[in-house]
Nanobody, 127 residues
Framework: QVQLVESGGGLVQAGDSLRLSCAAS????????MGWFRQAPGREREFVAH????????YYSDSVKGRFTVSRDNAKNTVYLQMNSLIPEDTAVYYC????????????????????WGQGTRVTVSS
């Protein structure tokens, strides 16, 4: 069983930066595609970024592209989300998620693609 634990959230001002971490235990972390999602109050969970198992490829939503960077350290079983130039619209609970690879096409922007989820870490950006 894979367990994911996020950390690094907090209250910041617009323009500030935060780095979220997601530590994994159990399973084979280096084989998983890792995703970051967020959910604001009253809204559906939305895709933020994902990174392939080796870290060679990274993908972002249009709303965070150029401001956020996803990375991973397979030796530490950890994935990161560096968030720069934060704006109030980034306020949400942020979740990391792990996908166990399978054959065929996979849409990594869909929450249902991921089998394992962390408990979330709250990010609040004040104006």
């Amino acid at each position: 069983q894979v367990q994911l634990v996020e950390s690094g959230g907090g209250l910041v001002q617009a323009g500030d930066s935060l780095r979220l971490s997601c530590a994994a235990s159990g399973g084979t972390f280096s084989s998983y595609v890792m995703g970051w999602f967020r959910q604001a109050p009253g809204r559906e969970r939305e895709f933020v970024a994902h990174i392939t198992s080796s870290g060679a490829n990274r993908y972002y939503s249009d709303s965070v592209k150029g401001r956020f960077t996803v990375s991973r350290d397979n030796a530490k079983n950890t994935v990161y989300l560096q968030m720069n130039s934060l704006i109030p619209e980034d306020t949400a609970v942020y979740y990391c998620a792990a996908n166990v690879p399978s054959n065929g096409y996979t849409n990594y922007r869909r929450p249902s693609t991921y089998q394992y989820w962390g408990q979330g870490t709250r990010v609040t950006v004040s104006s």
